[in-house]
Every structure is written in C-alpha cells, then in structure tokens.
C-alpha cells in the first residue's frame, strides 16, 4: 500500500530562522507527483509547493523549496527565513500519475517563535 | 472568484439522522473530492469525481454516499449517521494544467465542515 509518513508530529523555529520539515512515502510507482500543504489556524488548506517525480531539480517558490529524493523516497520541505505568518500545520501529499487518489501524510504542527 | 464553496460550516447530528454536505467550485473544474479529517490522522480520501457523471470510492467510503449534480456541484450524503462520522469534512476541485511545459494537477480546498454526531 502507498504510504506517506511525516514523522515530526511538530516542529518549532524562531523567526527568521530555516526550518526543514520532513516527509517519507512509500511506493512501486516510478511516475508521480508530491505536494506540501499548509493549513493555518482557518483551516483552509493551501498548496505550498509542488514536484513532479520526473524532474530531477527540486522545485522551489520563494522562501520555500523541498529537497526531493527520489531513490530514499524522501521529500523535504524547507522554510527560509520562518515568518510568524508559517505557522500552520503542513501536510505532505502524493499523487500516483494518472489517478485522481491524493495520500496524505498526518501532518506537523510549525510553531514560530517571535 | 469565491473558489470552493462548502455548507453548512457546523453541524450536530444525533446517531442515525441523515443529511447531505453541499460543495461547489466556480473555477469549472473537473475534477472533485471530499475529504475527511480526524485528530493524528491527516486527510482522508473518502469519494472523488474525475468528471461530470463520474465518481469511485476513495480509502473510507463506508456510510457516505455522493452525487455529482453537474459540473459545479459534488455532494456528500450520510444516511444514517454515527459518531465514527465525527469529523471535519473537506471538499476540493482540481484541474490537470500545463504549466511551464508540465502537466500537473492542483487541488483547490472549502474552507470545511465540521461535523459532530452524537
């Protein structure tokens, strides 16, 4: 079965400093596609970033970029310079290509500390 | 643009009532979900809609049921519900794009429902 583990249930971090947040996941399939969310206090859920399985270069969006491992399924999501604002819960995601079935990992609590 | 829509935002149920979850998305996408989420346990794929007139089951469809109105709408249904259905329901629309050269699909989420059965 398809997995995806977020083993830092939460994580703190004072503001201005990085923070890595880490996810693993499990599967046979060699096309597909990874997500981090964020969910503040609203609950509204908000894609962060986005890597697709075949790109080699890890993708980034401003102060966010994950370090993608494809070989040790890892999946890693950086945060420079941590704003109070980060402060959310994140959920890591995968997609297998060519379906619509979203896995998502139990998430970990980012607390920012002013 | 409002996005994704759900109602009602809460909701207290006594076991073995019924009722249905609205969602609806303005962004004309295909693509439609419903989620639930529970304490620990991350979000959890309980039915999709791929297209108009489609839908499967996810990973916990037991108890639910689910109507694809027509593009717009995709509508949850609890027939007779329990407190396991205790939760927080989220809806989402998708749409598989091309950006940048890559095919990539994204999720847009309601804000939620939270449901209590008692």
């Known amino acids: 079965a398809q997995t995806v583990t977020q083993s830092q249930p939460e994580m703190s971090v004072q503001e201005a400093e990085t923070v890595t947040l880490s996810c693993t996941y499990d599967?046979?399939?060699?096309?597909?596609?990874l997500f981090w969310y964020k969910q503040p206090p609203s609950r509204q859920m908000i894609l962060v970033i986005r890597?697709?399985?075949?790109?080699?270069q890890n993708a980034t969006e401003n102060r966010f970029s994950v370090n993608f491992q494809k070989a040790a399924k890892s999946f890693s999501l950086k945060i420079s310079d941590s704003q109070l604002g980060d402060a959310a819960m994140y959920f890591c995601?995968?997609?297998?290509?060519?379906?619509?079935?979203?896995?998502f990992g139990t998430g970990t609590r980012l607390k920012v500390l002013a | 643009n409002a996005g994704v829509t759900q109602t009602p935002k809460f909701q207290v149920l006594k076991t073995g009532q019924s009722m249905t979850l609205q969602c609806a998305q303005d962004?004309?996408?295909?693509?439609m979900y419903w989620y639930r989420q529970d304490p620990g346990m991350g979000l959890r794929l309980i039915y999709y809609?791929?297209?108009?007139?489609?839908?499967d089951k996810g990973e916990v469809p037991n108890g639910y049921n689910v109507s694809r109105l027509n593009k717009r709408e995709f509508s949850l249904r609890l027939e007779s519900a329990a407190p396991s259905q205790t939760s927080v329901y989220f809806c989402?629309?998708?749409?598989?794009?091309?950006?940048?050269?890559?095919?990539?699909?994204?999720?847009?989420f309601g804000p939620g429902t939270r449901l209590t059965v008692l």
């Open positions: 890597q697709e399985a075949y790109k080699q």
């Open positions: 989402a629309s998708s749409e598989w794009s091309l950006a940048g050269g890559t095919s990539t699909d994204t999720q847009y």
């Open positions: 995601a995968y997609l297998p290509s060519g379906t619509y079935k979203y896995i």
């Open positions: 599967t046979s399939e060699s096309d597909y596609y």
């Open positions: 809609s791929a297209s108009e007139g489609t839908t």
């Open positions: 962004m004309n996408h295909n693509s």
